[in-house]
């Protein structure tokens, strides 16, 4: 058992869930408690405390590095929730159930957006649905109107990386500001992603080094959307077309995006299949 563990006095059995890069994760009882060898937890534990979020309980140091508690989140990845319909048929349950997936990510990230705060690191996995309320996780990249620690902030996952912030990454060694448009590419690749198990671009070598993988980014070589995916579904593709636009200032806002899939879920034949559409 860590001695935080014992230190903050968490109730109920401990399991280690990650440790790796410099950051260990258990699952204390009904509390996860995160620890990390720098700032970063401890950076969290500040954007979460700044942005109310309930789930949040308390943040601190720990010798060199800094940890944060927070409730356990028992809910669904956006990974695992379109994990089902990348399976099926298409049927009007399935998409309906991916429009509203779409559209509460989007009411979320939007939500975020409209406090002055971007994410820098979305991907399927930082966007949880419990019950009613739809959760934008792992928030240490955060940048917004709070001051918190600062630190260089060199991009999140690759695979969501928007196409500017690939350029910026190649080009310079500074520290990159997150925008909101760059949080809205990357929430629509990972919808693209989550949805067709492929990530949007159309790497030359998947095996390839980071820089390689951005240079693809970069160069907007994108999968063609109707050979990766499970079947049509036009009023989704065309979110997801319109949030992966490659110059920012064309693309979707995270409230377009969630007026648009909400849209298509209150007119019938933006959830039914159309097996005549031919994109």
Known sequence: MHPLITELG???EAKLLHERRGTTFFKVGGTALKITDGLMAGREGQVLAALGADHYLAHGDHGQGTWLAMRWIDG???????????RSNGTPAVRRSILTAAAEAADALAALHAAGWTHG?????????EGSATRIIDLACAQGPVPVPFYVHRGGMTHTTAPEIATLILDTTDHITTTPEADVWSLAASLFWAWTRTPPTDYRDPKNRRP?????????????L???RPWPFPAFEGALRAGLDPNPGQRS???????????????????APRPDFNP
């Open 10 to 12: 968490l109730d109920g």
């Open 76 to 86: 669904t990845s956006l990974w695992d929730a379109l994990e089902p319909a990348h």
């Open 121 to 129: 690191d979305l991907q399927p996995d930082h966007i949880v649905f």
């Open 212 to 224: 390689d993988l951005l240079a693809d980014i970069a160069a907007n070589r994108r999968h063609d």
């Open 226 to 228: 109707a050979a990766v």
């Open 253 to 271: 806002t995270a409230e377009t995006m969630a007026r648009r899939v909400r849209t298509a879920l209150t007119d019938p034949a933006g959830s």
